[in-house]
């Protein structure tokens, strides 16, 4: 492909449809839900040019109806991992050395499948496979996910312009080189945009991939690769195995070749991988890069100026949405005691209304959490609450698994602002309420700030310009994406870059350039038109 044929993307952010009563497009994905729903179909491990069907399988089972099995998918054995990674390795040279704008082409292809064709059916695996409403499913599966495939090409390109001074007779440049060896993507359950980001932003820069998705975000990875082999990205580029991760990461995490690794999951699990890598840090070619996205414990702070209502609402929306199984997701909350009770009223009037069930019923604000060791752990949240001394349920509280994993919106009151819930991760649909005297707002962002281990995402809502600033200066390190008046969830591609420190990961910001620069590794070239031919320098004359 010659560089003036390829048309870098426009800067715009794709739009979102609203699914309205009567529009096509609702139609369109409540046929291709109910056909997909009706069908079963056999997922297979994707290794460079092969489909491999395993005589190993798992069931996929939707979470708001554990009995239905809509399809499996394969299993990997230690053969298929170290075979994955070398067909990635076998690939390597050629693609390191496709030009940029015909790797460029192919995602953009591949982005222009979902924003089409694929729309429908990458929505309803999301809404199948992990239980998200269409609104989530279509922020997530289908705008997000058009959106890391072409901002990462407009941030390609600015990557790539940005070189050194050249002076006189000598030529500098910097290539941007891909790392040497492969990268390791581990994706997870909650948003099939990361799964496909992680994989195809290195993939980009010239990269190749092991991916490791969720076992709960399987049935909308192959959807993914679908659209990526249509697009036409070539067989091996990107290998996808499911099964055991702690057979695949140990194998990955012990290949010479590992130079990468992608991930977002549970801070746990990424301090484990961290660790791996140092012990075996000796072994490798290189020093691997590790990007990671991992916990959060999100907070919202009123203070007494704000508008209640805008504080209810953040706090439904931002704890509520998609069941609270986003890292971004709305944890814990302050409220002052002068506005408390009217914010009580809110929340009981508002989350009244919420209706729970099939995500296929366009009325449900929620739907099941994704699985049964997840609801178990949530529950255990709230019958402990239900319990203690220290705290009391303002709202919720009910489950039910017989069908689905449901849990009910849950709001806790406490008067311990150290409480369990509201220092650890839940990762469910249950939000604590700690209210501070209204003068005490200052310290309590203090509080605020010590509290939790993670530092993701947090809000300030105040209608005091004194007191914003105030807020977000003592509140600096408390979270990467900082929301003033608003939910502290929902970033944007393009317009809120996202990522946090602490125990949250690596902040490297997924849908930015600086994240797209992890996965480089520059290489400076001097050229020297009139190079010299003595060694003395003009001070020595």
């Known amino acids: 492909m010659k560089k003036n044929t390829f048309q870098i993307p426009e800067r715009i952010n794709e739009e979102t449809k609203d699914y309205l009563k009567g529009s096509p497009e609702r139609k369109t994905v409540i046929e291709t839900y109910n056909s997909m729903y009706s069908q079963k179909i056999d997922i297979p491990l994707y290794i460079g040019e092969e489909e491999i069907y395993t005589d190993k399988r798992k069931n996929i089972t939707p979470p708001h109806d554990h009995q239905k099995i809509v399809g499996t998918y394969s299993i990997c054995s230690p053969f298929h991992v170290e075979n994955a990674i070398k067909c990635a390795l076998d690939t390597k040279e050629e693609w390191t050395n496709t030009p940029w704008q015909e790797r460029a082409s192919i995602f953009l292809k591949a982005a222009e499948l979902i924003a089409g064709p694929y729309r429908a059916k990458i929505n309803a695996a999301t809404m199948i496979g992990q239980s998200k409403s269409i609104f989530q499913a279509e922020i997530d599966a289908a705008c997000e996910f058009v959106d890391f495939l072409k901002f990462n090409i407009i941030y390609m390109t600015e990557i790539y312009n940005e070189q050194p001074i050249t002076v006189g007779d000598v030529s500098n440049r910097l290539e941007y080189r891909p790392l040497e060896g492969f990268v390791y993507a581990i994706t997870p359950f909650n948003f099939t945009a990361i799964g496909g980001n992680l994989c195809a932003s290195a993939a980009l820069m010239g990269n190749v991939i092991l991916w490791k998705p969720s076992d709960h975000q399987v049935y909308s990875a192959k959807v993914i690769m679908d659209v990526f082999n249509e697009a036409g990205l070539p067989k091996g580029v990107i290998n996808m195995v499911t099964g055991d991760p702690e057979m695949v990461t140990n ?291």
């Open 251 to 541: 194998i990955a995490l012990e290949n010479y070749n590992l130079s990468g690794i992608h991930f977002t999951g549970s801070t746990h699990v990424f301090k484990g991988l961290w660790s791996k890598v140092g012990a075996n840090i000796n072994m490798y070619k290189d020093y691997p890069r590790i990007v990671g996205e991992t916990g959060g414990k999100d907070f919202i702070v009123s203070h007494p100026s704000a508008d209640s209502l805008v504080v209810s609402t953040a706090i439904v929306r931002g704890a509520f949405e998609y069941q609270g199984q986003k890292c971004s997701a709305a944890s814990r909350v302050y409220l002052p005691e002068s506005k408390s009770l009217e914010i009580f009223e809110n929340l009981k009037s508002q989350i009244g209304t919420i209706k729970m069930g099939s995500p296929i019923d366009f009325e449900n604000f929620m739907t099941a959490v994704i699985h049964k060791n997840s609801y178990n752990k949530i529950v255990s949240y709230i019958e402990k609450a239900k319990n203690d001394t220290d705290t009391i349920i303002l709202i919720g509280g009910d489950y039910d698994d017989s069908k689905g994993y449901f849990i009910a919106p849950t709001v806790i009151i406490t008067t311990n602002p150290k409480y369990a819930t509201m220092t650890e991760e839940i990762f469910g649909p249950v939000v604590t309420i700690y209210v501070y005297p209204d003068e005490k707002w200052k310290e309590t962002l203090q509080l605020v700030d010590q509290t939790s281990e993670y530092a993701l995402t947090g809000a300030f809502i105040s209608n005091e310009k004194e007191s914003v600033a105030y807020a977000l200066k003592n509140l600096r390190y408390s979270a990467g994406n900082f929301y003033i008046n608003d939910k502290p969830s929902g970033a944007v591609v393009g317009q809120q870059p996202f990522g946090g420190s602490r125990a949250s990961g690596t902040n490297d910001k997924a849908g930015s350039k600086l994240n797209l620069l992890r996965w480089v590794s520059p290489r400076l070239i001097k050229e020297n038109f009139n190079p010299p031919t003595d060694y003395p320098y003009p001070y020595m004359a």
